[in-house]
Nanobody
Framework: QVHLVESGGGLVQAGGSLRLSCEISGSIFSINAMGWYRQAPGQQRELVAR???????VYADSVKGRFTISRDNAKNTVSLQMNSLKPEDTGVYSC?????????WGQGTQVTVSS
């Protein structure tokens, strides 16, 4: 069993910053990729940022230059530094881990950006 626990969400004013962290525990085997997704009210979940085992990153166009994803293989964590936040960044942010044995999701953490 694999468990993902996100932290770092909250309420912030536009222009502010937040840092999300996802701690991975359990029967971890080979992790291929880690990513952050978000879902705004009434909208589908979308990819925010993704990082592979080798360190290659992919970002949604809407967050390029503002968000940075990073991973700590020794601690089995993946983080998302979010700067210059905008009201449209509001949503539930979830961590996703893809391993050789399956795909796992965290429970999500709320990020609210006020204008």
């Amino acid at each position: 069993q694999v468990h993902l626990v996100e932290s770092g969400g909250g309420l912030v004013q536009a222009g502010g910053s937040l840092r999300l962290s996802c701690e991975i525990s359990g029967s971890i085997f080979s992790i291929n990729a880690m990513g952050w997704y978000r879902q705004a009210p009434g909208q589908q979940r979308e990819l925010v940022a993704r990082i592979t085992e080798g360190g290659s990153t992919v970002y949604a166009d809407s967050v390029k230059g503002r968000f940075t994803i990073s991973r700590d293989n020794a601690k089995n964590t993946v983080s998302l530094q979010m700067n210059s936040l905008k009201p449209e960044d509001t949503g539930v942010y979830s961590c996703k881990v893809t391993t050789t044995r399956g795909v796992y999701w965290g429970q999500g953490t709320q990020v609210t950006v006020s204008s």
